[in-house]
């Protein structure tokens, strides 16, 4: 079973570009979380969707920052304009309702880098 | 709101050295409490977990026992290896359930010298 898959995984942009990155959950999962990690900040929450519909957008920094979930299988996160802070690696990750607690499985990440 | 804190890194050991972070958490109710590794240049994954008090988390040698009194969840491992070099975070559910979202330590890197 593929795990959750990111692209790209490596984007370098120039300030002011628009920038989207993807994601494609685990089939059958019904949560998807947005990180973004830098060295500075750590490991940040931006936005979390149940069943395709966003849940708490709390951790969106500002409003450069959108992300949609059009169907089960597929999610963006779009920045525009970036800036040269947005600079992190991306992590998206899915889980699914159980019972108990179930684990947070993460892709590998999209290291993004705004000149 | 919920937090969580890890000892501060990073963290340098020898192999075969014994292995121990500290993770306390503050949270209203009963969260669940996990340990999630980062190896270089990859994503999260779970290392252990525990759903209630007492519980012992266990997986590749390494272990971390919910202790509601000291609301602590510290990470041990008796004798490490260079392949556990990676950044560790501890982190809580603060739901009884389901797939909620979770709170992060800033994490511990940690390096072992062969």
């Known amino acids: 079973d593929a795990g959750v898959i990111q692209s790209p995984r490596h984007e370098v942009t120039e300030m002011g570009q628009e920038v989207t990155l993807r994601c494609k959950p685990i089939?059958?999962?019904?949560?998807l979380f947005w990180y973004r990690q830098t060295m500075m900040r750590g490991l940040e929450l931006l936005i979390y969707?149940?069943?395709?519909?966003?849940?708490?957008d709390s951790g969106m920094p500002e409003d450069r920052f959108s992300a949609k979930m059009p169907n089960a299988s597929f999610s963006t996160l779009k920045i525009q304009p970036s800036e040269p802070r947005d600079s992190a690696v991306y992590f998206c990750?899915?889980?699914?309702?159980?019972?108990?607690?179930?684990?947070?499985?993460f892709g590998p990440g999209t290291r993004l880098t705004v000149l | 709101g919920d937090s969580v804190t890890q000892m501060e890194g990073p963290v340098t050991l020898s192999e075969e050295a014994f292995l121990t972070i500290n993770c306390t958490y503050t949270?209203?109710?009963?969260?669940?409490l996990f340990w999630y590794v980062q190896y270089p240049g990859e994503g999260l994954q779970l290392l252990l977990k525990?759903?209630?008090?007492?519980d012992k988390g266990s997986n590749k040698g390494f272990e971390a026992t919910y202790r509601k009194e000291t609301t602590s969840f510290h990470l041990e491992k008796g004798s490490v290896q260079v392949s556990d070099s990676a950044v560790y975070f501890c982190?809580?559910?603060?739901?009884?359930?389901?797939?909620?979202?979770?709170?992060f330590g800033q994490g511990t890197r940690l390096t072992i010298n062969p």
């Open positions: 990750a899915s889980s699914r309702q159980g019972i108990v607690y179930n684990e947070q499985f």
């Open positions: 089939s059958g999962h019904d949560y």
């Open positions: 969707f149940n069943n395709n519909v966003p849940i708490d």
């Open positions: 949270a209203t109710g009963y969260p669940s």
């Open positions: 525990a759903t209630k008090a007492d």
């Open positions: 982190a809580l559910s603060g739901h009884p359930q389901g797939a909620q979202k979770l709170v």
